[in-house]
């Protein structure tokens, strides 16, 4: 035996062991410091390990994120590219959408929208994704949104965290900022992003240009030691709600991991000073609750949080504010409103609308800031409000006076003095809120094409009420005003046509076109044209009702068939019909029986829910491949349009 050999390759074992364990350490401490929000200290950590030459799925994950939390997007991008490169399989999907969002950053969007496509394969459901998939025209709605503001900027920034203005009632405004803290004996550091914490100004508003004075601390027992950020005030200027770290009478709480996370307060006004300041009731030891802002008749607070019903990293909702001040019950503003990423700083106009930032809808990158109107439903789908306020990093924070079209928001994009700036407005032009706009349809013969003018139009909801009705122009076009994210029936009648029906789904584009193609026939049943045995797809001309194989979904194709099947039944009352579904010859005889039964039962639920026909005037059931229009049987090798032929549902008059 080599003895020296052996004892040198033994003293490198060792070694490499030593090292092992050391960057294993190491690693551990930046763990600790990551899941207690310390972004800096860990990031310092894994960075030094990454260029040691350590590489994983776990390392690039936290590297990433310890960029993409402190909104440096730039960074991140390039962690979540070696992450997606080298372990795609192995990720959440999550950091898909992490990936895309810092992709935007750098502007780099084709790819952003590639690595988007591959986000909504792998989640399916996912609201972002649906989003994503709804608005792929989204850089050409910005473009049209674009150049409705005009930005300037404001000499109040300083070199550390400015955000957050609100106004209160006696031409100032207030916002958030951690400048207090650039005396080190002042405050101590922050350790997510290693700023100082954030206290409250107050800045005075002059002339129309929206010139502000020198920055002065909010007076009263407001500002703390740690951070208070994100005021509203009520109109009388007499009451404040603001964020703050969990600090309530002079002790720091935290949840059961040991993370200070964030409430609400409320104080009033007492002379020039803040006093009174109290808990709401609806925050926690275990969620944050942040951000808050009052609608105009200080009825109802909005505000964010994680509260365990939210949907993403931070939901917004709305509490009742009562008479007697206390506090109704925090709901949920929904899926039109909320998304499984971020939806923060809400800010309610005079006119009630609804102003908030967000990256779970469609942007230019980190967080864009949205606009939704009021509607029947509460607010209506979300419209970014373009360039130049929104930028391919973080803008948020919006507010904006009405009367005067000025307003403030903060954003951390390159050209300001410290890490988020705050930027004055000028509203120039009125955005575009209105989805699509409008549907723009023609009316033509189904077989020869040829445009129908004088044909009756009616725009129906879902549950077939009547919103609209019109008729075609001599070019055989019509057009109606839409909404966002709504499914629609368009109905069309002529003499000598059959009334046909076509579904439309809005999504959030600016405009629509539609077809509408009649068919020769009646528009009702006369007594004496039919008799019970007739097969009422015929008598309409309808296409067959195919399915796909091995399938019972009602096809897109198949629903303008029902569509017409429901008019008709509709125009008489009396008429009963027998739905009979078959099948073609594969698969097993009992399966196929079950198939058809399946088919029959897909078809009478949707003329019943769809149509909102009485169930007792609909009887089917499936007949398997008991009754084939062909020799496709069980032995046959008949081709896939000939097997088609069979997987159809007729329609049997009986009364």
Same mark, same amino acid.
């Given at each position: 035996?080599?003895?020296?050999?052996?004892?040198?390759?033994?003293?490198?074992?060792?070694?490499?062991?030593?090292?092992?364990?050391?960057?294993?350490?190491?690693?551990?401490?930046?763990?600790?410091?990551?899941?207690?929000?310390?972004?800096?200290?860990?990031?310092?950590?894994?960075?030094?390990?990454?260029?040691?030459?350590?590489?994983?799925?776990?390392?690039?994950?936290?590297?990433?994120?310890?960029?993409?939390?402190?909104?440096?997007?730039?960074?991140?991008?390039?962690?979540?590219?070696?992450?997606?490169?080298?372990?795609?399989?192995?990720?959440?999907?999550?950091?898909?959408?992490?990936?895309?969002?810092? =992709?935007?950053?750098? !502007?780099?969007?084709?790819?952003?929208?590639?690595?988007?496509?591959?986000?909504?394969?792998?989640?399916?459901?996912?609201?972002?994704?649906?989003?994503?998939?709804?608005?792929?025209?989204?850089?050409?709605?910005?473009?049209?949104?674009?150049?409705?503001?005009? +930005?300037?900027?404001?000499?109040?920034?300083?070199?550390?965290?400015?955000?957050?203005?609100?106004?209160?009632?006696?031409?100032?405004?207030?916002?958030?900022?951690?400048?207090?803290?650039?005396?080190?004996?002042?405050?101590? =550091?922050?350790?997510?992003?290693?700023?100082?914490? =954030?206290?409250?100004?107050?800045?005075?508003?002059?002339?129309?240009?929206?010139?502000?004075?020198?920055?002065?601390?909010?007076?009263?027992?407001?500002?703390? !030691?740690?951070?208070?950020?994100? #005021?509203?005030?009520?109109?009388?200027?007499?009451?404040?709600?603001?964020?703050?770290?969990?600090?309530?009478?002079?002790?720091?709480?935290?949840? $059961?991991?040991?993370?200070?996370?964030?409430?609400?307060?409320?104080? $009033?006004?007492?002379?020039?000073?803040?006093?009174?300041?109290?808990?709401?009731?609806?925050?926690?030891?275990?969620?944050?609750?942040?951000?808050?802002?009052?609608?105009?008749?200080?009825?109802?607070?909005?505000?964010?949080?994680?509260?365990?019903?939210?949907?993403?990293?931070?939901?917004?909702?709305?509490?009742?504010?009562?008479?007697?001040?206390?506090?109704?019950?925090?709901?949920?503003?929904?899926?039109?409103?909320?998304?499984?990423?971020? /939806?923060?700083?809400?800010?309610?106009?005079?006119?009630?609308?609804?102003?908030?930032?967000?990256?779970?809808?469609?942007?230019?990158?980190?967080?864009?800031?949205?606009?939704?109107?009021?509607?029947?439903?509460?607010?209506?789908?979300?419209?970014?409000?373009?360039?130049?306020?929104?930028?391919?990093?973080?803008?948020?924070?919006?507010?904006?006076?009405?009367?005067?079209?000025?307003?403030?928001?903060?954003?951390?994009?390159?050209?300001?003095?410290?890490?988020?700036?705050?930027?004055?407005?000028?509203?120039?032009?009125?955005?575009?809120?209105?989805?699509?706009?409008?549907?723009?349809?023609?009316?033509?013969?189904?077989?020869?094409?040829?445009?129908?003018?004088?044909?009756?139009?009616?725009?129906?909801?879902?549950?077939?009420?009547?919103?609209?009705?019109?008729?075609?122009?001599?070019?055989?076009?019509?057009?109606?005003?839409?909404?966002?994210? $709504? $499914?629609?029936?368009?109905?069309?009648?002529?003499?000598?046509?059959?009334?046909?029906?076509?579904?439309?789904?809005?999504?959030?584009?600016?405009?629509?076109?539609?077809?509408?193609?009649?068919?020769?026939?009646?528009?009702?049943?006369?007594?004496?044209?039919?008799?019970?045995?007739?097969? +009422?797809?015929?008598?309409?001309?309808?296409?067959?009702?195919?399915?796909?194989?091995?399938?019972?979904?009602?096809? #897109?194709?198949?629903?303008?068939?029902?569509?017409?099947?429901?008019?008709?039944?509709?125009?008489?009352?009396?008429?009963?019909?027998?739905?009979?579904?078959?099948?073609?010859?594969?698969?097993?005889?009992?399966?196929?029986?079950? +198939?058809?039964?399946?088919?029959?039962?897909?078809?009478?639920?949707?003329?019943?829910?769809?149509?909102?026909?009485?169930?007792?005037? =609909? #009887?089917?059931?499936?007949?398997?491949?008991?009754?084939?229009?062909?020799?496709?049987?069980?032995?046959?090798?008949?081709? /896939?349009?000939?097997?088609?032929?069979?997987?159809? #549902?007729?329609?049997?008059?009986?009364?």
């Amino acid at each position: 035996m080599n003895l020296k050999k052996y004892f040198v390759n033994i003293s490198l074992s060792i070694l490499i062991c030593q090292v092992a364990f050391a960057q294993e350490k190491r690693l551990e401490k930046a763990d600790e410091n990551f899941d207690r929000y310390a972004f800096v200290d860990a990031r310092e950590i894994y960075l030094d390990v990454a260029k040691g030459g350590y590489a994983s799925a776990d390392l690039y994950k936290k590297l990433g994120d310890s960029y993409y939390f402190n909104a440096e997007l730039e960074e991140s991008a390039k962690w979540y590219e070696e992450l997606v490169g080298n372990y795609e399989t192995e990720i959440d999907p999550e950091y898909l959408f992490r990936y895309s969002q810092s =992709l935007k950053s750098v !502007k780099r969007y084709k790819e952003a929208d590639q690595v988007m496509e591959k986000f909504n394969t792998l989640t399916g459901n996912d609201q972002r994704a649906e989003y994503f998939v709804s608005t792929r025209d989204y850089l050409r709605f910005i473009e049209m949104q674009s150049g409705r503001y005009t +930005l300037r900027r404001l000499y109040i920034n300083s070199r550390f965290s400015d955000y957050a203005p609100s106004f209160n009632n006696q031409g100032q405004m207030i916002f958030a900022s951690s400048r207090g803290g650039g005396n080190s004996m002042i405050k101590t =550091l922050h350790e997510w992003n290693e700023m100082p914490f =954030l206290d409250l100004y107050t800045s005075d508003i002059i002339g129309k240009r929206n010139a502000l004075t020198e920055p002065k601390k909010l007076k009263g027992k407001i500002n703390t !030691k740690f951070h208070e950020s994100s #005021s509203t005030f009520s109109k009388d200027g007499q009451t404040v709600y603001f964020t703050r770290n969990n600090f309530t009478k002079k002790k720091l709480g935290s949840d $059961t991991n040991g993370t200070i996370l964030l409430k609400l307060y409320r104080a $009033t006004l007492d002379g020039e000073k803040w006093t009174n300041i109290e808990e709401l009731p609806f925050n926690s030891e275990e969620y944050s609750v942040a951000h808050p802002a009052l609608s105009a008749d200080g009825t109802k607070l909005y505000f964010a949080s994680d509260m365990p019903d939210s949907r993403g990293l931070s939901d917004l909702y709305v509490v009742d504010v009562n008479d007697d001040g206390t506090f109704g019950y925090p709901k949920n503003l929904g899926d039109r409103i909320n998304t499984e990423g971020r /939806e923060t700083f809400p800010y309610v106009s005079d006119s009630g609308r609804l102003y908030f930032a967000s990256d779970g809808h469609v942007g230019l990158g980190g967080l864009d800031i949205f606009v939704a109107v009021p509607d029947f439903m509460g607010f209506s789908q979300p419209f970014n409000v373009g360039k130049p306020v929104n930028s391919s990093e973080d803008d948020f924070s919006f507010v904006l006076n009405e009367d005067t079209k000025i307003g403030f928001f903060a954003s951390n994009r390159s050209g300001g003095k410290g890490n988020d700036d705050i930027y004055s407005f000028k509203q120039t032009d009125d955005l575009i809120t209105t989805c699509g706009q409008y549907v723009e349809g023609t009316v033509t013969d189904a077989y020869t094409r040829e445009m129908l003018p004088g044909t009756e139009v009616v725009l129906l909801d879902s549950n077939n009420q009547e919103l609209g009705r019109t008729t075609t122009d001599t070019k055989g076009k019509y057009k109606f005003p839409v909404s966002c994210e $709504t $499914t629609y029936i368009v109905r069309g009648s002529k003499e000598n046509y059959s009334p046909t029906e076509a579904p439309l789904q809005t999504n959030t584009a600016l405009e629509y076109t539609h077809q509408l193609p009649l068919q020769l026939g009646t528009g009702g049943l006369q007594s004496g044209e039919v008799k019970p045995g007739d097969d +009422l797809a015929k008598v309409l001309n309808l296409q067959i009702i195919y399915f796909d194989l091995d399938k019972s979904f009602i096809r #897109s194709d198949a629903e303008i068939e029902l569509q017409k099947i429901i008019a008709t039944l509709k125009q008489n009352p009396g008429l009963k019909i027998d739905i009979r579904s078959h099948t073609d010859s594969r698969a097993p005889d009992d399966y196929n029986m079950y +198939l058809s039964e399946r088919r029959a039962q897909s078809t009478i639920k949707y003329i019943v829910e769809k149509g909102g026909i009485d169930r007792s005037r =609909l #009887s089917g059931r499936g007949y398997g491949e008991t009754a084939l229009v062909n020799n496709c049987t069980n032995d046959a090798n008949c081709s /896939e349009e000939e097997y088609q032929l069979n997987r159809r #549902s007729e329609f049997i008059i009986i009364k």
